[in-house]
Every structure is written in structure tokens, then in C-alpha cells.
């Protein structure tokens, strides 16, 4: 198959429109000296990328790279979960990983400040390609120190997913407001369907975030969410209150189970047609049967205020490396070959095809499915990231304790923001 590549012109705007206010910041290289060693051997290579189809893409990665013959790379692939939990440990280890799959933004600076990241300007000056990346995806890569401490690779976008044979079934259509949204989640209720699942339980709480991140850019707007993440608005203000409310609305629809499933669990019902849709990212494909890929597709989460600009969740992946590195040049070498279009192309080939290419010339997978993806993303105003990687990491068990208290005690909401608040000042402060 001929894979297409759209412009990502309007994207790349839209990551300028939202700011690029979360910089990482002030990392340096290990050693005493501030220069981290230059010695051999392979690369090791630490991945969240767990689900089948990633995770073989994944090795496809690494096998090509070998191929090239300038230097090695052993990838281990750890749950996303236990990745996640357990990535600070990594990074403050004695002999920590190497390179790292995550994320660029402000979820990456704490552990830039904690100097844990290796300054990749050297990678970024050497290279050819990252030379002609967007100026919104260098900015985003760049520490407030002026130091690039990421390398960019994909992004991807969150929606409404459902099938289309399901909803053909059910003879109903995609929403276009939130009016239409709750008729539509009536309709399936009426069916005999449970309208949206969730997947918010067991170890995966953070998928609740999305409808508060959501649920605040479509009322308040993302100005408001970014100044919120970082502190700079309460959240027991009147107006995440406001969010609140409307999701209030959407709650008779939501799967009871939501918040014991998790969002594997809640995407297997989906597809199996016990649910009618689900917020999430592309992600959820990669676990997806083959089969199923050209029945999905998604709508963009329904507009609440038209006068509220247009924001969409369409975070970016990458890869950092550890400051205490004992193998800076293998992996400046191993980062600079990530960074070309022929390795995004073979994971996006060897994935669901789910995600687009942050090179200028890499194509992404051309399906119907990705390029309303792209079309999704570009004719936003602004994007957004998605609330851990507009906050941090050490910010998103707030969100995942006062959203599963919501979930299960809607009338406490005053109390639960109020605890809220307090828990985010310790965070903040900290």
C-alpha cells in the first residue's frame, strides 16, 4: 500500500497556538565534569509500547537499526503501567536505561529539573533531519535552558471511537452537538446498549482525565485548562465546577463498570459491541484485531460553547535519554536514526497505523481513518496535550482520585474539589 502525506501545515500552527507553554527545563549531562561517557555497547532501549502491534513495531524499529550498522540497541518492553509507575526509579538508578519512549512537555520537566535528562544538542545539531523539523515541535523539544532534551517522533489524536457497522446496526449517526450527543446516548440506551464505556479502573484511573480535559476546553476553553495544570486557577474554582455539571448530564450513559475495567477491558467491550463509544486515543488500536481497523472510526467530542475556540487533545511521543548514561555516543547515534522518516515509517507500518509522523517527509498510513485523523487535528485552533502532559506526572494521581470519587459519589462534587485543590498545592509546591 502507498502511504500518503497530507500537509501537517495547520497542525503544526495548532501547537503553536497552544503555547508551547510547557517547556521542559534546565537539564544537564551526567558526571562530575558535566560530560557523560562516551562508552560502547548496545544501547538499552526501556518501552511503554506494550500492546501487540506497537510492540512488534517496535522491534522492527530496533532490527533496523542494527541493520544500518553503526551501533546496537536492546530493546525491553515493560507493561505501560509499571512503565509509568516505575520511570523515576529508572531514571535515578545507579545504571538506569539509556533511552527512554515518553513524552515532551511539562511531564518531562520535573524530571529535567531533578537533572535526570541528557542535553540532546548535540543530536539536534548533527542532524539532518531534525534540522527541518516544525519550529512548534523544536520548541516544544527545547528546555527553558535553551537545551534540547527530546526527540519527537509521533503524535496522535483522542475522539468519540465507534464502529461503523455498529452504529448502522443501531441505525444511528454521529452526533454534531452536545444536544445531539445525549439524544444519541438515548438511543442506544433504548437499544438495549450501553452508550459510552470508560476503562477508567484497575490501573488505568487516568483515562477519566480525558472527559476532564475535554469537558474543560469545550466550557473554559484550553487557555483556562493550561493555566489551571499549572496552577495558576484553583480547582474548586466556580469554573470547573461548571464541568463538573455537564458531565453530570453524560453520567446516566456511562458503563457501570466504567471505573473496574480497564481501558484494554473497556475497548474489547467496545469493539465487541457492548458499548457504543468511548473517548480515547488511537492508542487502543494497537490491541485491536486486524480485522477490525476499517470498521472503526470517531467524532470529534461534541462542541459544548461554539464560542469557546476549537481545542483537540493530539499529544506527542518520543524519546529522551538518561542523564548518567554510560553511552552517549551510541545513543546520540541510535536517537539520530529515530529521528528519520524512514524509521517512523516502519513503525507506523509495523503499529495499528494509528499515528502520524513528526518528520516533514515521512508518510503516514493513508487510511480513511487517518487522514480524518489529520483533518481532525489541523482544523483545530489549539491543541492540547493531555492533562499529566500539561501538568506532570506526579500531578495525574490528583486527577485520578478526585475523578474516580466523582465517578462514584457525583453529589460530593464541592468536597472532592475542595480535596482536590489541597492535594494539587503539595504537588505545586513540592
Given at each position: 500500500m502507498r502511504y500518503a502525506h497530507p500537509s501537517r501545515r495547520l497542525f503544526l500552527a495548532g501547537l503553536g497556538a497552544a503555547g508551547t507553554t510547557a517547556l521542559l527545563s534546565g537539564c544537564v549531562t551526567s558526571g562530575s565534569s558535566g560530560k557523560s561517557s562516551s562508552g560502547g555497547g548496545a544501547v538499552t532501549f526501556q518501552s511503554n509500547l506494550s500492546a501487540p502491534q506497537a510492540k512488534a513495531?517496535?522491534?522492527?524499529?530496533?532490527?533496523?537499526?542494527?541493520?544500518?550498522?553503526?551501533?546496537?540497541?536492546?530493546?525491553?518492553?515493560?507493561?505501560?503501567?509499571?512503565?509509568r509507575t516505575q520511570l523515576p526509579t529508572y531514571l535515578t538508578s545507579a545504571?538506569?536505561?539509556?533511552?527512554?519512549?515518553?513524552?515532551?512537555?511539562?511531564?518531562?520537566?520535573?524530571?529535567?529539573?531533578?537533572?535526570?535528562?541528557?542535553?540532546?544538542?548535540?543530536?539536534?545539531?548533527?542532524?539532518?533531519?531534525l534540522k527541518r523539523y516544525s519550529k512548534a515541535l523544536t520548541t516544544q523539544c527545547t528546555s527553558a535552558a535553551g537545551r534540547k532534551v527530546f526527540v519527537p517522533s509521533t503524535y496522535y489524536w483522542w475522539g468519540m471511537f465507534y464502529r461503523k457497522s455498529h452504529f448502522a446496526k443501531w441505525g444511528v449517526r454521529e452526533p454534531k452537538s452536545w444536544d445531539d450527543f445525549l439524544d444519541l446516548c438515548d438511543k442506544l440506551k433504548a437499544k438495549g446498549v450501553t452508550p459510552i464505556g470508560l476503562g477508567a479502573g484497575s490501573n488505568t484511573p487516568w483515562v477519566?482525565?480525558?472527559?476532564?480535559?475535554?469537558?474543560?476546553?469545550?466550557?473554559?476553553?484550553?487557555?483556562?485548562?493550561?493555566?489551571?495544570?499549572?496552577?495558576?486557577?484553583?480547582?474548586?474554582?466556580?469554573?470547573?465546577?461548571?464541568?463538573?455539571?455537564?458531565?453530570?448530564?453524560a453520567l446516566p450513559y456511562f458503563d457501570p463498570?466504567?471505573?473496574?475495567?480497564?481501558?484494554?477491558?473497556?475497548?474489547?467491550?467496545?469493539?465487541?459491541?457492548?458499548?457504543?463509544?468511548?473517548?480515547?486515543?488511537?492508542?487502543?488500536?494497537?490491541?485491536?484485531?486486524?480485522?477490525?481497523?476499517?470498521?472503526?472510526?470517531?467524532?470529534?467530542?461534541p462542541?459544548?460553547?461554539?464560542?469557546?475556540?476549537?481545542?483537540?487533545?493530539?499529544?506527542?511521543?518520543?524519546?529522551?535519554?538518561?542523564a548518567r548514561t554510560g553511552r552517549r555516543d551510541g545513543v546520540f547515534d541510535l536517537l539520530r536514526y529515530l529521528a528519520t522518516a524512514e524509521a517512523q515509517e516502519i513503525y507506523i507500518k509495523g503499529s495499528s497505523g494509528t499515528v502520524l509522523p513528526c518528520h516533514p517527509d515521512a508518510e503516514d498510513a493513508?487510511?480513511?481513518?487517518?487522514?480524518?485523523?489529520?483533518?481532525?487535528?489541523?482544523?483545530?485552533?489549539?491543541?492540547?496535550?493531555?492533562?499529566?502532559?500539561?501538568?506532570?506526572?506526579?500531578?495525574?494521581?490528583?486527577?485520578?482520585?478526585?475523578?474516580?470519587?466523582?465517578?462514584?459519589?457525583?453529589?460530593?462534587?464541592?468536597?472532592?474539589l475542595t480535596d482536590w485543590q489541597r492535594d494539587a498545592e503539595k504537588i505545586w509546591k513540592a
Open positions: 513495531a517496535m522491534e522492527d524499529l530496533v532490527a533496523a537499526y542494527g541493520k544500518e550498522g553503526s551501533g546496537r540497541a536492546t530493546l525491553n518492553t515493560v507493561a505501560a503501567e509499571t512503565f545504571n538506569p536505561p539509556d533511552v527512554y519512549t515518553w513524552y515532551p512537555g511539562s511531564v518531562a520537566d520535573a524530571y529535567a529539573r531533578k537533572n535526570l535528562l541528557l542535553d540532546l544538542g548535540e543530536v539536534w545539531t548533527s542532524s539532518p533531519d477519566a482525565s480525558a472527559w476532564f480535559d475535554y469537558l474543560n476546553i469545550r466550557i473554559n476553553g484550553a487557555d483556562y485548562h493550561r493555566r489551571l495544570l499549572a496552577g495558576k486557577q484553583r480547582f474548586d474554582d466556580p469554573e470547573v465546577r461548571k464541568v463538573f455539571d455537564r458531565w453530570q448530564e463498570d466504567g471505573t473496574a475495567l480497564a481501558f484494554q477491558d473497556a475497548t474489547t467491550a467496545l469493539l465487541a459491541g457492548r458499548t457504543g463509544m468511548m473517548l480515547i486515543g488511537t492508542f487502543f488500536a494497537d490491541a485491536a484485531p486486524k480485522g477490525a481497523l476499517d470498521d472503526i472510526d470517531f467524532f470529534r467530542f462542541v459544548i460553547d461554539p464560542k469557546v475556540p476549537l481545542a483537540e487533545e493530539a499529544p506527542t511521543d518520543g524519546y529522551f535519554a538518561s493513508g487510511t480513511a481513518l487517518v487522514k480524518k485523523g489529520r483533518k481532525h487535528v489541523e482544523e483545530a485552533a489549539e491543541i492540547t496535550q493531555f492533562f499529566n502532559r500539561d501538568s506532570s506526572d506526579a500531578l495525574q494521581p490528583t486527577a485520578d482520585t478526585a475523578l474516580t470519587k466523582f465517578l462514584a459519589k457525583p453529589k460530593s462534587i464541592g468536597s472532592i
